[in-house]
């Protein structure tokens, strides 16, 4: 059976569609600015300007330009995704699935802008660390949903390490891609980097 929507809840589900379009249109339009200008040279005043909307606006979406450039809802994908993969697979080969799947699904539906954010990071030494910074806030989300489940390993550092490790591969994979997009598809070089790493590994 199909249940109906109240009016409050078709009234929430549209306004939070309506932000997620400005929070993306604030976004893009701050990455063609960055681009273009440089990171340094672009002002929150052109990006909102250009987005159509107030400085006040833009700061209710991102605190600080810092943040329009380099945040994204890849963690939350990707935790997600670990949570569905099959806990009788081994960790890091669930962590690749879910990687390699959130990612797959990015690079489909965008995959210029991923580049450009990707090569926009490398260029600017203001933005680095906030992505090393997200990949921690990654990794934590990775290591609590996966300490939530009853039947996985209890060894708190190995599931670190591992989370960890997955994730520095899916890293230089990126980067390895950002560098010469025209030679391999991503999702090939995800699979690649850690065929690499599951061979380091010793087997039981």
């Keep these: 059976m199909i249940l109906a929507m109240t009016g409050s809840e078709k009234k929430s589900d549209w306004r939070e569609r309506k932000k997620a379009a400005t929070r993306r249109t604030l976004q893009s339009h701050a990455m063609r600015l960055f681009l273009e200008k440089g990171y340094e040279a672009t002002k929150v005043e052109e990006i909102a300007a250009a987005a159509g909307v107030s400085t006040m606006t833009f700061f209710r979406y991102f605190p600080t330009k810092e943040h329009a450039a380099a945040e994204d ?14 806990a009788g697979e081994p960790l890091v080969r669930r962590i690749h699935a879910a990687l390699r799947g959130g990612l797959a699904q990015v690079y489909a539906a965008d995959r210029q802008a991923l580049l450009d954010r990707t090569r926009l990071v490398l260029m600017t030494p203001a933005l680095q660390g906030r992505m090393w910074q997200n990949q921690a806030i990654t990794q934590q989300h990775i290591v609590q949903a996966l300490a939530r489940e009853s039947d996985t390993e209890k060894d708190p550092l190995r599931i670190k390490a591992l989370v960890a490790a997955s994730l520095a591969v899916a890293t230089t994979a990126i980067l390895e891609w950002a560098a010469a997009p025209a ?16 061979a380091a590994q010793p087997q039981p």
């Design 183 to 198: 030679e391999a598809e991503l999702p090939d070089l995800i699979d690649q980097a850690f065929a690499a790493l599951e």
């Design 73 to 86: 809802d890849y963690d939350f994908l990707i935790t997600q995704l670990v949570e569905d993969c099959s």
